[in-house]
């Protein structure tokens, strides 16, 4: 399965784009990243995926990089509710499981 | 409203008392999981199921036993729970082990004394 890497904690001023980055370098060419995010200790809520090409929906925008080894969720106006921990994940595994990392704490303040 | 219910939400319990955490989905999905989550090891999945009468282990399975008698439901049982699996656990489900979105529970805070 491809590993991720993601900053462990970011702050945003609210109202302004939240750019949450995160490295897999070692994806291969089948492998879908997805973006789930949990707030405070509730279930982890599915926010995005793709594959090759930018996504977006009415949560938020997917950046993938031409080579795949990288991407950029973003938030385009965040607000104090989009405070959570935010995960990257690249879906592997024969059975579709899917692998969290610790992912990336976002604080979005006043 | 489509979901997934987790009974009871939080439980306390001694070591060595069998306990059943109840797991249901609304959405006809074939695919559902457990999770367990402990701070700084994040999410970590117990066992999953990918249609009724079929289970498998996940990364963390040993202490814990799963039954998929019926599409909807997905219990999580503990026949002699232990202090290491106080935990906050998490029920997911989604369409099939191929669809994307998975949708979880609300979680259930369990503390072995």
């Known amino acids: 399965d491809a590993k991720t890497t993601q900053p462990p904690s970011m702050d945003c001023a609210e109202g302004r784009a939240a750019n949450l980055p995160c490295n897999h370098s070692?994806?291969?060419?089948?492998?879908?990243v997805y973006w789930y995010r949990q707030i405070h200790s509730q279930g982890p809520q599915y926010i995005i995926h793709g594959l090759k090409n930018n996504e977006t929906n009415e949560m938020a925008s997917l950046i993938i990089t031409e080579d795949r080894k990288s991407s950029t969720l973003i938030l385009p106006h965040a607000t104090l509710r989009d405070t959570a921990v935010y995960y990257c994940i690249v879906r592997g595994g024969s059975q579709g499981n899917l692998i969290f990392g610790k992912g990336t704490k976002l604080s979005v303040k006043p | 409203e489509a979901q997934v219910t987790q009974n009871p939400r939080y439980l306390i319990t001694v070591t060595g008392k069998k306990l059943t955490v109840t797991c249901s989905q609304n959405m006809n999905h074939e695919y559902m999981s457990w999770y367990r989550q402990d701070p700084g090891l994040g999410l970590r999945q117990i066992y999953y199921?990918?249609?009724?009468?079929?289970?498998d282990k996940g990364d963390v399975p040993e202490g814990y036993k799963v039954s998929r008698k019926e599409k909807r439901n997905f219990p999580l049982i503990l026949e002699s729970p232990s202090p290491n699996q106080t935990s906050l656990y998490f029920c997911a489900s989604r369409p099939n082990r191929l669809d994307t979105e998975a949708f979880f529970g609300q979680g259930t805070r369990l503390t072995v004394v």
């Open positions: 070692t994806i291969s060419g089948n492998e879908y």
């Open positions: 199921s990918m249609n009724v009468e079929v289970t």
